[in-house]
């Protein structure tokens, strides 16, 4: 009878505790779950940073800076990765293709211009050059643009273009963000939660 009431103490207490780990997890899961969801979303940022490198001739630090994250919470279980709206509006082109039209009367596209690092006519360019001598905006055998006389002004006729003007600029899709975001998720998530709910229970004792 003894060693019955031994056993059966044992099992009881072994229940117990079984039943209070249950619980420990059970309300340290959402902690666990927010955890989990926000180290994911900063390891999809990377591999969509690492994607735009790749994907983006010299892109600039404005457009890496485009990718923003909203964090989880233990009463909010959703993590959002984005793109902020301005880096979003041309960008979605890369992803998606499309035309980009102009916001004025035409696209400028340089032609023999000097361009910065990141391959871009620097901000007011068109402007400056368009200021120099010997220099006019027109429509020449069809094409429209910012022409430069060569010889100065009473030259020998001929003609540089600068700048041409573009109606519109058709894009192909190039730059793939879904593909590392959704193969990302799947290889961290997992590992994540399975440590964040680790840490968790053992916080929590």
């Given at each position: 009878?003894?060693?019955?009431?031994?056993v059966?103490?044992?099992?009881?207490?072994?229940?117990?505790?079984?039943?209070?780990?249950?619980?420990?997890?059970?309300?340290?899961?959402?902690?666990?779950?927010?955890?989990?969801?926000?180290?994911?979303?900063?390891?999809?940022?990377?591999?969509?940073?690492?994607?735009?490198?790749?994907?983006?001739?010299?892109?600039?630090?404005?457009?890496?800076?485009?990718?923003?994250?909203?964090?989880?919470?233990?009463?909010?279980?959703?993590?959002?990765?984005?793109?902020?709206?301005?880096?979003?509006?041309y960008?979605?082109?890369l992803?998606?293709?499309?035309?980009?039209?102009?916001?004025?009367?035409?696209?400028?596209?340089a032609?023999?211009?000097?361009?910065?690092?990141?391959?871009?006519?620097?901000?007011?360019?068109?402007?400056?050059?368009?200021?120099?001598?010997?220099?006019?905006?027109?429509?020449?055998?069809?094409?429209?643009?910012i022409?430069?006389?060569?010889?100065?002004?009473?030259?020998?006729?001929?003609?540089?273009?600068?700048?041409?003007?573009?109606?519109?600029?058709?894009?192909?899709?190039?730059?793939?963000?879904?593909?590392?975001?959704?193969?990302?998720?799947?290889?961290?998530?997992?590992?994540?939660?399975?440590?964040?709910?680790?840490?968790?229970?053992?916080?929590?004792?």
């Amino acid at each position: 009878c003894l060693g019955g009431g031994l056993v059966s103490s044992g099992a009881e207490k072994i229940a117990e505790f079984n039943r209070g780990r249950a619980d420990v997890a059970q309300m340290q899961l959402p902690v666990a779950v927010s955890v989990a969801l926000n180290e994911t979303a900063t390891e999809v940022g990377r591999a969509w940073q690492v994607q735009m490198r790749r994907r983006i001739d010299r892109a600039r630090p404005f457009t890496m800076r485009g990718v923003f994250k909203q964090r989880a919470s233990k009463t909010r279980l959703t993590a959002t990765l984005g793109l902020r709206p301005v880096q979003s509006a041309y960008l979605k082109r890369l992803v998606a293709g499309g035309v980009r039209r102009p916001t004025g009367r035409a696209i400028p596209i340089a032609v023999n211009q000097r361009l910065n690092q990141y391959g871009n006519m620097p901000r007011g360019a068109v402007r400056r050059v368009v200021a120099q001598k010997s220099v006019f905006s027109g429509r020449i055998n069809g094409v429209g643009g910012i022409w430069k006389r060569l010889g100065g002004k009473r030259g020998n006729g001929r003609l540089r273009l600068l700048v041409a003007y573009r109606g519109q600029a058709s894009y192909q899709p190039a730059l793939d963000l879904e593909r590392p975001a959704l193969g990302t998720a799947r290889n961290v998530f997992p590992q994540a939660m399975g440590r964040a709910l680790r840490r968790a229970i053992a916080t929590a004792r």
